[in-house]
């Protein structure tokens, strides 16, 4: 008995000491070897998501590869031992596309009027090349395309340049997502995942998945909603996976309809903070399940701009749960900026920064009771700066948001000059003790995301240095 205490004791002590790191190498790996050490590294993603992982081991993807595959993790880790996968090596983030493309070369080209060709093409498609260089999605005049764009309606994709002189080819994505969890505690550390090549989202936290981390990573480029028969998110959270983090990613031009965002969490418990979100047509950041249990989210810190390109989405919408809450982040240039509706109670939205909305800057809408807005600076709004648009029991108070020059630094540097009225202006909440960039907050919080830290732009003056002579 003595020496079974010893043992466990050890094994305590030690942690994850029989952690094992693998490699993955998609150029120089092999399948037949251990992947054990760079030398002896594997080569594809399906021998990643076939083999066993234990509590702390690691799997580390070189940088500057490119894998055409799905990334299913095969093991769950424990609670302070995930399974990692990660990056090695020098250069730019690995990158898993999810799935190969399906390609055609198009001929049979219709002349529709001076400049534009159109062809019969099934629809949903990711990307057109004339002699191998990628066109641009012309998105908001498709049957219009300008030279060097491609656009899709109906049932036809039209081009702005005359076909017949090049090679015209079209990529259909497959039915998958990039990397597909139904595992616990797994993290995802330093990859890209580009979601051109599959129809769905970039990664799902799905059913028996919870405790994940995505750390680091970039996440672009799921758009493959032409048909309205797929929506896109980069990362889509299911309602039952909870206790996930999101922090410091890069989220770009992921779902393209009014009905895909950057990430959709369904779920409960997860927190958002730190990440750059942009080019959403649907919603930077979607907290909503249609049953109601999506709760305690939160969505902090987070620099959100220009998304909402489909008019009915915008920056953050906190839905259909209880005690959802978006502070301290900067909501710039979107449609919408941060809405609280369909049967949420007790959202909190404090202390934001949320200029130039297309369309309002907080909305409370038919669905949202007992929101409290404190704190934010809502500014240049094109319609209503707030708006209770048949909300119940809103408290609004602390913010500034009637118009008032917040008196910014700059039109782009939303930090506040010493003679700002939102200096101290809000009222201290439980639980907030640091600004957007992790600053500790001065006397009585300040309006908005910035807590101003004394004059801007000024650098300190330096200390004089000790323990040195002149001669
Ligand atoms: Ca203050």
Same mark, same amino acid.
């Given at each position: 008995?003595?020496?079974?205490?010893?043992?466990?004791?050890?094994?305590?002590?030690?942690?994850?000491?029989?952690?094992?790191?693998?490699?993955? #190498?998609?150029?120089?790996?092999?399948?037949? /070897?251990?992947?054990?050490?760079?030398?002896?590294?594997?080569?594809?993603?399906? /021998?990643?998501?076939?083999?066993?992982?234990?509590?702390?081991?690691?799997?580390?993807?070189?940088?500057?590869?490119?894998?055409?595959?799905?990334?299913?993790?095969?093991?769950?880790? *424990?609670?302070?031992?995930?399974?990692?996968? @990660?990056?090695?090596?020098?250069?730019?983030?690995?990158?898993?596309? @999810?799935?190969?493309?399906?390609?055609? &070369?198009?001929?049979?080209?219709?002349?529709?009027?001076?400049?534009?060709?159109?062809?019969?093409?099934?629809?949903?498609?990711?990307?057109?090349?004339?002699?191998?260089?990628?066109?641009?999605? !012309?998105?908001?005049?498709?049957?219009?395309?300008?030279?060097?764009?491609?656009?899709?309606?109906?049932?036809?994709?039209?081009?702005?340049?005359?076909?017949?002189?090049?090679?015209?080819?079209? %990529?259909?994505?497959?039915?998958?997502?990039?990397?597909?969890?139904?595992? /616990?505690?797994?993290?995802?550390? $330093?990859?890209?995942?580009?979601?051109?090549?599959?129809? %769905?989202?970039?990664?799902?936290?799905?059913?028996?998945?919870?405790?994940?981390?995505?750390?680091?990573?970039?996440?672009?480029?799921?758009?493959?909603?032409?048909?309205?028969?797929?929506?896109?998110?980069?990362?889509?959270?299911?309602?039952?996976?909870?206790?996930?983090?999101?922090?410091?990613?890069?989220?770009? *031009?992921?779902?393209?309809?009014?009905?895909?965002?950057?990430?959709?969490?369904?779920?409960?418990?997860?927190?958002?903070?730190?990440?750059?979100?942009?080019?959403?047509?649907?919603?930077?950041?979607?907290?909503?399940? =249609?049953?109601?249990?999506?709760?305690?989210?939160?969505?902090?810190?987070?620099?959100?701009?220009?998304?909402?390109?489909?008019?009915?989405?915008?920056?953050?919408?906190?839905?259909? @749960?209880?005690? !959802?809450? =978006?502070?301290?982040?900067?909501?710039?240039?979107?449609? %919408?900026?941060?809405?609280?509706?369909?049967?949420?109670?007790?959202?909190?939205?404090? !202390?934001?920064?949320?200029?130039?909305?297309?369309?309002?800057?907080?909305?409370?809408?038919?669905?949202?009771?007992?929101?409290? +807005?404190?704190?934010?600076? +809502?500014?240049?709004?094109?319609?209503?700066?707030?708006?209770?648009? $048949?909300?119940?029991?809103?408290?609004?108070?602390? !913010?500034?948001?009637?118009?008032?020059?917040?008196?910014?630094?700059?039109?782009?540097?939303?930090?506040?000059?010493?003679?700002?009225? =939102?200096?101290?202006?809000?009222?201290?909440?439980?639980?907030?003790?640091?600004?957007?960039?992790?600053?500790?907050? /001065?006397?009585?919080? #300040?309006? $908005?995301?910035?807590?101003?830290?004394?004059?801007?732009?000024?650098?300190? &003056?330096?200390? *004089?240095?000790?323990?040195?002579?002149?001669?």
């Amino acid at each position: 008995m003595r020496k079974f205490s010893f043992f466990i004791a050890f094994l305590l002590l030690a942690g994850n000491a029989w952690a094992v790191t693998y490699y993955v #190498d998609q150029t120089g790996g092999s399948d037949l /070897k251990n992947g054990q050490s760079t030398d002896n590294a594997w080569k594809t993603i399906d /021998k990643v998501n076939n083999s066993t992982f234990y509590s702390g081991d690691s799997i580390l993807l070189k940088r500057g590869e490119i894998w055409r595959e799905q990334l299913t993790p095969p093991s769950s880790g *424990n609670a302070g031992m995930p399974i990692t996968f @990660g990056a090695y090596g020098n250069g730019d983030a690995p990158i898993l596309y @999810g799935l190969d493309f399906i390609s055609s &070369k198009l001929t049979g080209w219709t002349n529709n009027r001076a400049g534009v060709y159109s062809v019969a093409y099934p629809g949903v498609t990711g990307r057109v090349t004339f002699d191998g260089s990628l066109l641009t999605q !012309n998105k908001s005049t498709p049957t219009s395309p300008a030279t060097g764009e491609w656009g899709w309606s109906g049932t036809r994709l039209y081009v702005g340049d005359k076909p017949t002189d090049h090679t015209v080819s079209a %990529y259909l994505p497959k039915a998958g997502w990039v990397a597909h969890v139904t595992k /616990k505690y797994i993290a995802f550390d $330093g990859i890209t995942f580009d979601g051109t090549s599959v129809l %769905y989202d970039g990664i799902k936290f799905d059913t028996g998945s919870s405790y994940c981390i995505v750390v680091n990573c970039t996440i672009r480029n799921h758009t493959s909603y032409y048909d309205q028969t797929y929506a896109s998110s980069g990362i889509l959270v299911r309602k039952d996976s909870t206790g996930n983090t999101f922090r410091n990613n890069v989220f770009e *031009n992921n779902g393209t309809d009014p009905y895909s965002h950057n990430i959709y969490l369904a779920g409960t418990n997860n927190v958002f903070e730190h990440n750059e979100v942009s080019g959403s047509f649907g919603w930077g950041v979607q907290v909503y399940s =249609a049953d109601s249990v999506t709760s305690n989210n939160i969505v902090r810190y987070n620099y959100i701009h220009n998304n909402g390109a489909g008019s009915r989405g915008g920056g953050i919408v906190l839905d259909s @749960g209880v005690g !959802n809450m =978006a502070y301290y982040n900067i909501v710039e240039s979107n449609n %919408y900026g941060i809405t609280v509706d369909e049967s949420s109670s007790g959202t909190g939205v404090y !202390n934001n920064t949320i200029i130039n909305s297309t369309r309002n800057g907080i909305t409370l809408g038919v669905g949202s009771s007992t929101a409290t +807005v404190r704190n934010n600076i +809502v500014f240049g709004s094109r319609l209503d700066n707030y708006l209770c648009n $048949g909300c119940s029991d809103p408290t609004q108070d602390h !913010n500034l948001l009637d118009g008032t020059n917040p008196l910014f630094v700059s039109s782009s540097d939303y930090r506040l000059q010493s003679s700002s009225p =939102a200096i101290n202006g809000g009222v201290a909440i439980v639980g907030m003790m640091s600004d957007y960039s992790g600053n500790s907050i /001065k006397g009585l919080p #300040d309006i $908005g995301a910035y807590e101003f830290q004394g004059s801007v732009g000024v650098p300190k &003056k330096p200390t *004089n240095p000790t323990g040195l002579t002149i001669e």
